[in-house]
């Protein structure tokens, strides 16, 4: 079984903060996507990454920053929180094995900043 | 640009019923496309892929089916139960490797 895991499943953090949300695959994909998910907007795709040191923006990469130093790690990093970014962060992974370019979601990392 | 929809946003059937989710799709030149499940609070589940050769994907209760030239996919759950009610949400693969979501199906199965 595929299994994609998020740091926290709960964050309250406060407006200037900085803030790092990790994601963790235990399956050695290449493919590794950060979403946010607010209602009535859908998933909306931030950054992914290809491989390591590689990333490429998403649609809506303003305010966020990802690194991913180790295939297994890829981490969203808000340098300095606001209020608008108060939201649903779910983690994903492109897997291309047996079962051809499926998508596994981490269990998302509900954020709010006060 | 390709646009994912699924209507209705929410939906409450009786148990036991037979149920269609539908999700529609502009650009007909997809990779493939995914059904998922999203309870509350939760992560997305993955429930089934078709591959843009294939016709439909059959999972316990669940088959989705896919018309690449009508640009439609349908989720079909046989014999509902209250454990079905979830948000349900379809994805789209393009050519060129974007996955676009639908903004999904909340599902309410009344006991």
């Known amino acids: 079984d595929v299994k994609v895991t998020q740091s926290s499943r709960y964050l309250v953090k406060r407006t200037g903060e900085k803030v790092f949300l990790e994601c963790v695959q235990d399956?050695?994909?290449?493919?590794m996507f950060w979403y946010r998910q607010d209602p009535g907007l859908g998933l909306r795709l931030i950054y992914f990454?290809?491989?390591?040191?590689?990333?490429e923006k998403g649609d809506i990469p303003e305010g966020y920053s990802v690194s991913r130093e180790k295939k297994e790690r890829f981490s969203l990093i808000l340098e300095s929180a606001s209020t608008n970014q108060t939201s649903m962060y779910l983690c994903?992974?492109?897997?291309?094995?047996?079962?051809?370019?499926?998508?596994?979601f981490g269990p998302g990392t509900r954020l709010t900043v006060l | 640009k390709q646009e994912v929809t699924q209507i209705p946003a929410a939906l409450s059937v009786p148990e036991g019923e037979n149920l269609v989710l539908n999700c529609s799709f502009t650009?007909?030149?997809?990779?493939?496309l995914q059904w998922f499940r999203q309870d509350p609070g939760k992560g997305l589940t993955s429930l089934l892929l078709?591959?843009?050769?294939?016709r439909e994907q059959t999972s316990g209760r669940l088959n989705a089916s896919l018309d690449k030239s009508s640009g439609r996919s349908t989720l079909y759950i046989a014999a509902s139960q209250p454990g079905d009610s979830a948000t349900y949400l379809c994805?789209?693969?393009?050519?060129?490797?974007?996955?676009?979501f639908g903004k999904g199906t909340r599902l309410h199965i009344l006991p």
């Open positions: 994903a992974i492109h897997h291309t094995g047996t079962s051809e370019n499926e998508q596994f």
């Open positions: 399956m050695d994909h290449e493919n």
């Open positions: 990454s290809y491989d390591v040191k590689m990333k």
């Open positions: 650009d007909s030149a997809i990779y493939n």
């Open positions: 078709i591959q843009s050769s294939q």
């Open positions: 994805a789209v693969k393009n050519r060129d490797d974007k996955i676009i």
